[in-house]
């Protein structure tokens, strides 16, 4: 694997991981920041600038129960080659703040990672590349829709089926100009991660994430809002 492609993959498996079962409010929403019944949206993803990939997902709600579909791609070119390739699919079943169940699949550069988890009576079981291990109680991964998460010691990834300790802060209000040209406000927090790094996190008041950015190895990876869609959109399988 190049520099390039592993200093991406740190990227994609420390941030990705959980950025995969987001649902970044925005178009219609209701009064908490959460979808109603049935949203996409799509993130464009940069990398040290460079446009390397989308990140697309839908969001169903049905009661105080939640189905988020992932579908990422990301390709990394060295004079128009691609020298890193990165896939990732998810499903995810949440209820009231809480797992219920997950299912991924990820090619990251070459190398395939699996997870599944259900709750049970005892907590998450969560079975990740060939391994089994039981979370107790509510568990939460990387729910960067939900700004509750930010209150969260620990959480699971994604894509590695990891249950990682965090640590999370404010740091203040600044203006961002979105991918559309419109400035707006958004609050800043920082999320520390065992072992990979910090995430930084804009949220506009009405709880809308719109912005992430996270620096690992002298690189780059920012996720940028472009405009919302509903009905067309289709997750690739």
């Known amino acids: 694997m190049t520099k390039a492609a592993k200093t991406m993959s740190a990227l994609v498996s420390g941030v990705v991981g959980g950025v995969l079962s987001v649902a970044a409010m925005t178009g219609s929403a209701a009064e908490d920041g959460r979808p109603d019944i049935s949203s996409g949206w799509e993130f464009r993803v940069l990398l040290n600038g460079r446009d390397v ?15 988020v579909t992932i579908d990422a791609d990301f390709d990394v070119k060295l004079l128009g080659i691609s020298v890193y ?10 209820s009231q ?15 395939s990672y699996s997870v599944y988890a259900v709750r049970v009576q005892a907590g998450l079981r969560v079975i990740a590349n060939g391994r089994e291990n039981l979370l107790p109680g509510c568990v939460m991964s990387f729910a960067y829709w939900n ?6 010691a620990r959480l699971l990834n994604a894509q590695t089926g990891e249950y990682v300790r965090v640590s999370s802060r404010p740091v203040g209000e600044e203006s961002i100009e979105l991918p559309n040209g419109r400035t707006v406000k958004a609050n800043r927090y ?3 991660v065992e072992g990979t790094g910090d995430i930084d996190l804009w949220y506009q008041d009405n709880r809308r994430w719109v912005r992430l950015k996270s620096l690992v190895k002298g690189a780059d990876l920012i996720y940028e ?9 289709t997750p690739k399988r």
């Open 190 to 192: 920082r999320v520390s």
């Open 85 to 94: 390739e990165y896939k990732h699919r998810n499903v995810e079943v949440w």
């Open 53 to 67: 990939g989308r990140h697309r997902f839908m969001v169903e709600r049905q009661g105080d129960r939640e189905t």
């Open 147 to 152: 700004p509750d998460f930010l209150s969260q």
């Open 97 to 111: 703040d809480c797992l219920d169940a997950m299912k991924t699949t990820t090619d990251d550069g070459g190398d």
């Open 225 to 233: 809002l472009l405009d919302t869609f509903a009905s067309e959109f």
